[in-house]
């Protein structure tokens, strides 16, 4: 594997560009708009690579930071998603938005996606949850990680926003009920009643 590639950015287009490395050779990746929008228009960088390999060719991508190209090849396990549907994921929200979204199940995040519909999203959701780790997440959303492994608290959490309340009154609310509660609904119940008081 080529793990990454550093030289003179020679042509920057929208989903790749052109390196040219020391021996005079240009390598053309494809990367996402996140990390396109991380370069300079010329100049010498560094992105770290996957070379994808399949029957008619291949393709070699390259990322700005190893926590994308991480994340790009966590996407490319998932049933159904290959390399482009996971640029798109890739280009189309910032990297701890997107592990959020996962994170949350949150279908209507990542269905804004172009080319991402509700199968697709619930695969991803299913596949790659328990694989999202808290350092990936925004650092104003850090605190939704404590509910990694409690699915009702997360879903507790979803519910809430989804009927209008913000992400950090959702999680305080939900995380004050959580030691009173057996059921999701008597959490959501009990997060509701710590909401309206």
């Given amino acids: 594997m080529i793990d990454f590639i550093k030289g003179i950015l020679i042509k920057k287009e929208q989903g790749s560009v052109v390196i040219e490395v020391d021996s005079g050779i240009g390598f053309l990746l494809a990367c996402s708009a996140n990390t396109l ?3 300079p228009e010329s100049g ?11 029957d008619d060719g291949l393709s070699l991508f390259g990322f700005k930071s190893i926590e994308e190209r991480a994340m790009f090849l966590r996407l490319i396990t998932v049933s159904g998603v290959g390399p ?4 798109a994921l890739l280009s ?5 938005s997107l592990a959020l979204a996962i ?11 172009k080319g991402i519909g509700k199968k697709t999203a619930e695969r991803i959701f299913l596949e790659l ?12 959303d850090i605190q ?3 509910f990694k492994h409690d699915a009702n608290a997360t ?23 959580r030691p009173k509660a057996t059921s999701i609904e008597e959490l959501i119940a009990l997060a509701l009643k710590n909401l309206s008081t």
């Fill in 37 to 39: 929008s991380q370069l």
């Fill in 44 to 54: 010498e960088v560094k992105l770290y690579s996957y070379l994808h390999v399949k």
């Fill in 84 to 87: 482009k549907v996971a640029m």
């Fill in 92 to 96: 189309g929200m910032p990297l701890p």
């Fill in 103 to 113: 994170l949350t199940s949150d279908a209507k995040t990542i269905c804004k996606v």
């Fill in 129 to 140: 949850k328990e694989k999202i780790e808290p350092d990936e997440l925004p650092d104003t």
């Fill in 144 to 146: 939704i990680a404590s």
């Fill in 155 to 177: 879903d507790a959490v979803i519910a809430l926003k989804s009927l209008g309340f913000g992400q950090n009154e959702a999680y305080n609310a939900v995380k004050a009920a």
